[in-house]
Nanobody
Framework: QVQLVESGGGLVQPGGSLRLSCAAS????????MRWYRQAPGKQRDLVAA???????TYTDSVKGRFTISRDNAKNTVYLQLNSLKPEDTAVYYC???????????????WGQGTQVTVSS
């Protein structure tokens, strides 16, 4: 069994910061790409940032320069540092990882349960 568990969400004022974490656990052989998505009420789930196993990163335009994705491969954990937060960043943030289970021949994509980020004064 594989689980991805997010933490670090909360209520923050505009201009504030948060750090989200997502830890993968279970019978994991390898983790490839890891990603953060977000979904605001009534909207689709959108990709925010992604990081490859070697550390290469991509960001959606609206968060470039404000958010930073990173990972600790020894801990099977991906992070998202959110700075200069705006009300429009309010959403449930989900992590996602492509990983190969022990004894498995292919990799599959797993999702966390989500963590709420609310930016409001």
């Amino acid at each position: 069994q594989v689980q991805l568990v997010e933490s670090g969400g909360g209520l923050v004022q505009p201009g504030g910061s948060l750090r989200l974490s997502c830890a993968a656990s279970g019978n994991i052989l390898s983790i490839y790409d890891m990603r953060w998505y977000r979904q605001a009420p009534g909207k689709q789930r959108d990709l925010v940032a992604a990081i490859g196993s070697g550390g290469s990163t991509t960001y959606t335009d609206s968060v470039k320069g404000r958010f930073t994705i990173s990972r600790d491969n020894a801990k099977n954990t991906v992070y998202l540092q959110l700075n200069s937060l705006k009300p429009e960043d309010t959403a449930v943030y989900y992590c996602n990882a492509d990983l190969q289970r022990l004894g498995g021949m292919v990799f599959n994509t797993y999702w966390g349960q989500g963590t709420q980020v609310t930016v409001s004064s």
